[in-house]
């Protein structure tokens, strides 16, 4: 098991935030999310959200988007993490994000 002071030292995540686990593939609709976030950003001033997956070719556009938007502060990313820290993060956070198909509306 992955204790937390280790996992904080190697993974600076906040205390919470959304988990989205999946490779960045255009059609994994990361950047759904983002617009989600932008919506929500004055409702919910705190939101975070941790993406995880390698950088397909969705990666460019949903990082723009997010600095177009100003969102850089709300968005940690990180690569394949492997099943024991991705399972600590689905675990051990409030909230697990499946995979996004069809828009959001609010």
């Known amino acids: 098991p992955i204790e937390d002071n280790e996992f904080e030292e190697r993974y600076p995540v906040p205390k919470k935030f959304l988990f989205y686990p999946a490779q960045f593939w255009e059609h994994k609709n990361h950047k759904g999310l983002v617009l989600a976030v ?21 990666y460019i556009s949903t990082r723009k988007l997010i600095d177009e938007l100003g ?20 675990g051990s956070r409030p909230f697990l994000v499946g995979k996004i198909q069809h828009p959001i509306f609010f």
């Open 71 to 90: 969102l850089s502060d709300r968005f940690f990313y990180f690569d394949y993490i492997g099943p024991k820290i991705a399972e600590y993060l689905a």
């Open 38 to 58: 932008a919506r929500l950003r004055k409702l919910l001033p705190d939101l975070k959200v941790v993406f995880v997956g390698y950088r397909k070719n969705g």
